[in-house]
């Protein structure tokens, strides 16, 4: 009867919006597409029940200096959830983490101004810029976390980083097989946010 179709229509979740703004590690450097973490995200959910749009926005290379305007040029999709990966290609430039800090701040904060739920990626670097700089890196992630109260993952890479079978011969972005790690780890947290 109607009635039943309508309840139908009421139980199934609407769907959301996830939008990845991150570095080559998002973008799926080495693998296709299909198999890059944002995709494993969206796989992941939908066995779960969740109609998920995934837009994946990493860009190789790009550095917490744009995340801003990359979350303005994302605000028209409409996202529910922003996960936010940045900060790779800074450590390895040696960008100040204060300024690292800022840039993705203002990210989270645009983001939030416009009623989108944040999960944040902790990054760590393997620099030479020595150890002083490492431990002020590895601190801007939690502190955000803990400052703009959004979601947080303590490293994007946990379980994936220098594990040769996990990753391209580069030994620095993640195969197929990371992806899946990767997005596993990120899908649980997605998850809790939906």
Known sequence: SFANIKTA????KPEK????IGDSLTE??????????PEVVRQKLATRGYKVRVI???ISGSVSADADKRVRWYLKAKPDVLVLALGANDGLKGTPP???KKNLAAAIDLAKANGIKVLLCGIKVFTNFGSDYTKKF???YPELAREKKVAFIPFLLEGV???KEL???DGKHPNAEGHKIIGETVAREVEKLL
């Open 161 to 163: 980083a220098l594990k």
């Open 98 to 100: 204060e300024t690292i």
């Open 138 to 140: 590895e601190k801007i």
């Open 17 to 20: 919006t996830l939008v990845f």
């Open 28 to 37: 799926g450097y080495g693998v296709e597409q299909s198999e890059a973490f």
């Open 56 to 58: 994946n926005g990493g």
């Open 167 to 169: 990753n391209l011969s």
């Open 9 to 12: 229509k009421a139980a199934e």
